[in-house]
């Protein structure tokens, strides 16, 4: 009998995933709201927003009628020379959004297909603006360990270069320079000892650095670590007195997810750029932005007289801005401009701290930790990822741990009962697990 998994895993790559009998692999064929509805019927509450992205839910009717008004319009058309109303539209959301006391923190939008172009894009755009000062030797990048930017080549260098995902690249990507972490949990009190590893980079190396580029707050796809706001304070602080752009990747924790809309935010601290991607259009189709301050764009344009690029930046995908994409990102804005957005949030943090804070004591895990829309259980080892998950299936709830990480982080829109049904799927795992 014709088997479509079968098809999938003779034909498909999937994500970091080997190719093989044991893995498993789900068939979705519908998803509404917070749930998830599998080719056999079965339905799952979603915890994993489809890895950050789908805030408001899935088959959103404002998100849908967005695409198909477009579609109707332009679905497509080259940025190069042409432009269209939702780009320009999308520009200034985001730049009002991304707003301090009415003063606009970012003064241009670059628009790509991805998170991880939108990290090359700022990579790019640092290393270009110092060639633009006459400082070329200035090309390197600084960051901290346990992070993770992405799957591209410049991405990939300043993810965690040992614990990360790209290991076996080590020697062909670009060397970067990697700090320590600073010390992270849910509730920890400042040290000003936290900062000494970043900043011995820093005093060291300035010179070569163009830019240090951080995930504010909280490290995603490499640990799920809360971290200080007082160490980006610092940071900027330091940045400022050596001489360096800083470039926040808030690519997972932008539009809410850890509380407030951006996390440089709750950190009151400004970066020179910003990638923004993910939830941008609501998890409903690739869209990035690279958003740069006045500083970077005029550092950039004042290569014209004789600079190598001419004082333009030097990048263009085939798909920029890309309408469709654009008009669903201005409905998913007009969503979070709602903000509906924030009482959800606090609620889900609330409530995950109340069911999940009692698997602390359990002699398997290491930590609970809470954040916004995000809840985290480190277990002390590895989970079986080949039984955890159909298990998990099983129990009617989509949860994709990785290493000793089983979390969640929901779509905003979730219900209470939703939500709790994925905290006792977790308890469940965990209990048959001792
Ligand atoms: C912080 C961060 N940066 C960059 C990326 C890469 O984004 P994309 O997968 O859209 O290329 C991710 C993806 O998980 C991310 O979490």
């Not at 695409?67 to 269209?84: C, E, N, R, Y």
């Not at 990048?141 to 992405?150: K, P, Q, S, V």
């Not at 995000?374 to 990822?385: A, N, Q, R, T």
Request: net charge negative.
């Amino acid at each position: 009998m014709h088997s479509p998994l079968l098809d999938d895993q003779l034909n498909i790559w999937h994500p970091y995933t080997n190719i093989s009998k044991d893995n498993p692999l789900f068939l979705v064929d519908s998803a509404s709201g917070g749930e998830l509805t599998l080719s056999n019927g079965k339905k799952l509450i979603d915890g994993m927003s489809s890895w950050w992205a789908v805030i408001h839910g899935y088959n959103h009717p404002d998100l849908n009628q967005a695409a198909k008004s477009q579609i109707d319009k332009v679905s497509h058309v080259m940025f190069g020379s042409l432009t269209h109303e939702p780009a320009i539209k999308l520009a200034q959301n985001l730049l009002n959004l991304t707003s301090t006391n009415n003063q606009q923190d970012f003064d241009r939008v670059f628009f790509s297909d991805s998170g991880s172009v939108s990290v090359e894009v700022a990579i790019k755009m640092a290393i270009q603006y110092w060639f633009a000062q006459g400082h070329p030797e200035k090309s390197k990048l600084l960051t901290i360990r346990n992070g993770y930017h992405g799957d591209t080549f410049a991405a990939m260098s300043v993810t965690d270069p040992d614990n990360g995902m790209h290991s076996m690249f080590k020697g062909i990507l670009a060397e970067q320079y990697f700090a320590e972490i600073p010390v992270y949990g849910s509730d920890i009190e400042w040290k000003d000892e936290y900062i000494h590893s970043i900043k011995t980079q820093i005093e060291k190396h300035h010179t070569t650095i163009a830019a240090v580029i951080l995930e504010p707050l909280v490290q995603g796809a490499g640990g799920m670590k809360f971290y200080h706001p007082e160490y980006l304070r610092q940071i900027r602080q330091l940045c400022d007195e050596h001489n360096l752009l800083l470039i926040f990747d808030e690519i997972a924790t932008g539009f809410g997810r850890t509380g407030s809309l951006f996390a440089y935010q709750a950190a009151q601290t400004i970066p020179d750029i910003l990638c923004l991607g993910k939830a941008l259009t609501g998890g409903y189709m690739t869209l990035a932005a690279t958003l740069a301050n006045k500083k970077v764009v005029s550092g950039i344009h004042a290569d014209s007289k004789g600079g190598k690029a001419g004082g333009v930046l030097m990048h263009g995908p085939t798909f920029m801005a890309n309408p469709l994409a654009c008009a669903v990102a201005n409905q998913s804005l007009e969503l979070l401009k709602e903000n509906q957005w924030q009482t959800q949030v606090k609620a889900i943090k609330h409530q995950m701290l109340t069911e999940l804070s009692a698997l602390s004591s359990n002699k398997l895990v290491e930590e609970v930790r809470v954040k916004g829309a995000i809840g985290v259980v480190e277990m002390k080892e590895s989970v079986d990822f080949n039984w955890i998950v159909p298990r998990f299936v099983e129990l009617g709830v989509w949860i994709r741990p990785f290493d000793k990480l089983i979390y969640i982080m929901p779509p905003y829109i979730i219900k209470p009962e939703q939500l709790s049904k994925l905290t006792q799927a977790i308890h469940q795992v965990i209990s048959e697990m001792s």
